[in-house]
């Protein structure tokens, strides 16, 4: 994939102190002491790590559900988005196909199976500039953009924000970051994990392919990585 075709993403928002937060709700649930002394008494990090480690290894993710992160992201394409959406516990705000207008060629990503293929991706790019004459010969015409943007291709740009607490953040990681996911939003979702894990890297064995937590690959098709359950 080319460097124009990779998703931007930023981290545009987080809580202060990520790590005594969760710490203390993890705290609170095997403490008879008030969640602020918790919270105050709070910094002996190897010791917060331990507890979080023991408390999400055992299924309670209530206690990540307290961090909400907020990502800017662009240069991805309305197929890849169409997959983020589809992801609960999050909210969306997306560039409106509705109400901004495509102005002379729009934006678009190209499949790197298509990229690697110079005969193929002439043709898609031929494809795309027919497509961007046709929706504009349907705008010049007085066609609404609501529907004009019906002959608008997956491969469309657009820009989203996306906001999602961090147990849904890991769930997402765990599912698109195996290679089984598509290559789109596997590279975006590896650079909203790597946005965080800049700020928090005690997020890093969190923000991972299942097969990593698991020890097993649990796909009817393994890439090989890990080992299947029971093989």
């Not at 008030?34 to 990090?45: C, S, V």
């Not at 820009?159 to 953040?169: D, F, G, K, P, Y």
Request: aromatic content about 8%; overall charge neutral; hydrophobic content about 40%.
């Amino acid at each position: 994939m080319e460097e124009n075709n990779k998703p931007v993403v930023h981290l545009i928002s987080r809580p202060e102190n990520m790590l005594k937060t969760v710490y203390t709700a993890a705290r609170t649930c095997y403490s008879a002491d008030m969640p602020i002394n918790i919270y105050n008494a709070a910094e002996d990090e190897e010791k917060m790590l331990k507890l979080i480690e023991r408390v999400v290894g055992s299924g309670h993710y209530s206690v990540i559900e307290h961090i909400q992160v907020t990502f800017a992201i662009s240069n991805v394409s309305r197929a890849c988005t169409h997959q983020l959406v589809r992801h609960r516990h999050m909210s969306f705000s997306q560039k409106s196909q509705r109400y901004v207008k495509e102005k002379g060629q729009f934006d678009y990503l190209i499949p790197p199976t298509i990229e690697k293929d110079d005969a193929l991706k002439a043709k898609f790019v031929d494809f795309m500039n027919e497509i961007s004459n046709k929706y504009q010969e349907f705008v010049d015409a007085g066609i609404p953009a609501e529907d004009a943007r019906a002959v608008l291709p997956n491969a469309c740009a657009t820009s989203i924000v996306a906001s999602l607490n961090l147990r849904e953040l890991i769930h997402i990681a765990n599912l698109r970051l195996c290679t089984r996911a598509q290559y789109e939003i596997r590279m975006m979702v590896r650079a909203m994990c790597d946005e965080l894990i800049k700020v928090e890297p005690w997020l890093k064995p969190y923000l991972v392919p299942k097969c990593e937590r698991l020890g097993f690959c649990d796909e009817d098709k393994s890439c090989g990585r890990k080992s299947r359950l029971g093989e």
